[in-house]
């Protein structure tokens, strides 16, 4: 089971994902900034970034401090961090806890390239 709380939080959405990657980019940001930077990709009003942006600090992902009248967002963990965390939920939620049966998977699918094995083999092998 997961030690930290931070390892249980929800998972992100594709817009959330976004959102935290500008954030995450710029080491931290304002709603307006948010929004400007996703405009090509996902146009949305200021308000709707305010929102995402309060979800994720909701969330856990963020958190916020004041600067005059705006908040300015960042990252609560990097995004490696994140990342891990989600793995690590997957792996209980399908994998019944098993990072053993998660790389097997890996493995038949073919996930991981001839070469990202070998060094994988190699690390694991340093490390006995």
């Not at 995450?24 to 400007?36: L, N, S, Y």
Request: aromatic residues 4%; positive net charge; proline residues 2%.
């Amino acid at each position: 089971m997961f030690k930290d709380k931070k390892l249980r939080r929800k998972p992100l959405s594709g817009l959330e994902h976004l959102v935290m990657s500008v954030v995450w980019d710029r080491g931290a940001a304002t709603g307006e900034e948010v929004r400007e930077a996703l405009a090509a990709r996902h146009p949305m009003k200021e308000s709707t970034a305010r929102t995402v942006l309060t979800r994720l600090e909701e969330k856990g992902y963020l958190s916020h401090s004041v600067d005059g009248r705006t908040n300015l967002y960042r990252g609560v963990d990097a995004p490696q961090t994140v990342a891990a965390g989600a793995v690590r939920q997957i792996i209980e939620r399908l994998c019944g806890g098993s990072v053993e049966q998660l790389l097997i998977g890996m493995v038949d699918d073919e996930v991981l390239s001839e070469r990202e094995l070998q060094r994988l083999a190699q690390k694991i092998a340093k490390r006995k």
